[in-house]
Nanobody, 125 residues
């Protein structure tokens, strides 16, 4: 059974940084994509970033491009989301997800098969 666990959320002032981690276990896909999504109160879950695990290609939402970086550590089987220059509008629950790789890249929540429970990120102004 595939399980995902996020960590690294918290409270930070605007302009600060946080790094989220997600360590999947039990993966069975030969080619998969790890994604980060977020959901703010009253809003739909939205795509933040993703990485194709086998080749390392990365993809970002326009709203975080240049501020967030997604990366992976093959040895630790862990994906990271480094978030810099955080803004109050980045406040949300952040979710890690995994799905079978698609072309074009999976950007919709229903294109991912497994999800972590989420971690809260709060950015104060």
């Amino acid at each position: 059974q595939v399980q995902l666990v996020e960590s690294g959320g918290g409270l930070v002032q605007a302009g600060g940084s946080l790094r989220l981690s997600c360590a999947p276990s039990g993966l069975i896909f030969s080619r998969y994509v790890m994604g980060w999504f977020r959901q703010a109160p009253g809003k739909e879950r939205e795509f933040v970033a993703a990485i194709r695990w086998s080749v390392g290609s990365t993809y970002y939402a326009d709203s975080v491009k240049g501020r967030f970086t997604i990366s992976r550590d093959n040895a630790k089987n862990t994906v990271y989301l480094q978030m810099n220059s955080l803004k109050p509008e980045d406040t949300a629950i952040y979710y890690c997800a995994v799905g079978q790789g698609r072309i074009p890249l999976n950007r919709r929540p229903n294109e991912y098969d497994y999800w972590g429970p989420g971690t809260q990120v709060t950015v104060s102004s």
